[in-house]
């Protein structure tokens, strides 16, 4: 009934930028909040960065200062602006939505991921 389309992955070297999008669809009445989640090779998955409809942001503190989290509930997308890459942000980016979605409630949803590889 829900479906979160990510783009804008890619590979960048160190020190570069890229910017992640994400647009929501189906049936949604109502967001709460979106976010990007991260998660490299080994290891657990881990918050990135969140925006309530409100437009409230929390990040992590390993990304504090060089990325951005932007959203537009009129458009049901969120876009993660990131700067100054490190090899360490290297990780597969997960959008996700807390939402109520029409006749359903209130549930949690996932994109299907995209890469992100910084590397020289």
């Known amino acids: 009934q829900v479906q979160l389309v990510e783009s804008g992955g890619g590979l960048v070297q160190p020190g570069g930028s890229l910017r992640l999008s994400c647009a929501g669809s189906?049936?949604?009445?109502?967001?709460?909040?979106m976010g990007w989640h991260r998660q490299a090779p080994g290891k657990q998955r881990e918050l990135v960065a969140t925006?309530?409809?409100?437009?409230?942001?929390n990040y992590a503190d390993s990304v504090k200062g060089r990325f951005t989290i932007s959203g537009d509930n009129t458009k049901n997308t969120v876009t993660l602006q990131m700067s100054s890459l490190k090899p360490e942000d290297t990780a597969v980016y997960y959008c996700?939505?807390?939402?109520?979605?029409?006749?359903?409630?209130?549930?949690?949803?996932w994109g299907q991921g995209t890469q992100v590889t910084v590397s020289s």
């Open positions: 925006i309530t409809s409100s437009g409230r942001t």
């Open positions: 996700s939505a807390y939402l109520l979605v029409t006749g359903l409630g209130y549930k949690t949803y």
């Open positions: 189906g049936s949604i009445s109502s967001i709460t909040d």
